[in-house]
């Protein structure tokens, strides 16, 4: 069994994981904690980890269903700030939330892809390795394709005007991005050699080589759903090329879990259409049922014409 101390530092890390996927970057702490953190660690006594109280469940669908329809499926204002910066609360745990073991076993996990070179040619011309961003105890799980320019600086999946789009689709089912989980088949941005701009589509072997740490990322996470964004993330997940647009809204399986392939975000920045944008919410419509979600009417009716 772990000491007192290693309980502690577990529940500490597991604490600061979830500040860090609200949008918490710095945190205070006094000379006096510090203190007695050195005193606990060197004695050693025999104390008791306090469960910490639940968060705040999300808000409520009000809020998401606030304004037009075509608001939620938009591209972005320029000026619109980060996801980062508008992030929900963390989503009510079990009892206890995640455990110790599970917690360090994902904090090891995402050190060891920190520091992955296998490919040496994005090792060299990444800026960070896009890891992954949510709860470790998401019921849903999504996954794209591979960093932009946005993510290779941030360091998060799904931050761009892409990610600002997908924040949106998720609130509209009533969830928030720290509910979920997000990552992507590629943890690093796959290089553009001679270009300034632009993204370019993984490679097979790419694509081979990094999929391990998402095979881990979703055997510890066990989510009970999960939605494939985009073609590149289904070729990847499931080696299909049919195409999104003949595997879409049909449900997959992916490692004993059931998989929901999707139109990428960024398709509907360019298609905005009123029938793209249904087709991918009867998508989440499909989800959200098998999760056991509540619909409202009016949900079910979005982007259908009067």
Known sequence: MADPYAQLLDATIQHLED???????HVAVSSETLRALSQLARAEPKISIPTAPPSPKPAGLSSAWSGAQSEIFAAPAASAAPPAARRLAAPERSAGGSSPEKAAAFAALRERALACVKCAHLASSRKTVVFGVGSIDASLMFVGEAPGADEDEQGEPFVGKAGQLLTRIIQATGLSRA???????LKCRPDTPGQSAGNRKPTGDEMATCIPYLHEQIDLI???VIVALGATAVEGLLGKTLGITKLRGTWKTYRDTPLMPTYHPAYLLRNQAMSEKRKVWEDMLQVMERLEMPISEKQRKYFLKA
């Not at 500040?19 to 970057?25: A, D, H, M």
């Open 19 to 25: 500040l860090k996927s609200r949008g918490v970057r």
């Open 179 to 185: 509910d979920v989980y997000i990552a992507n088949i």
């Open 222 to 224: 066990r989510p009970r």
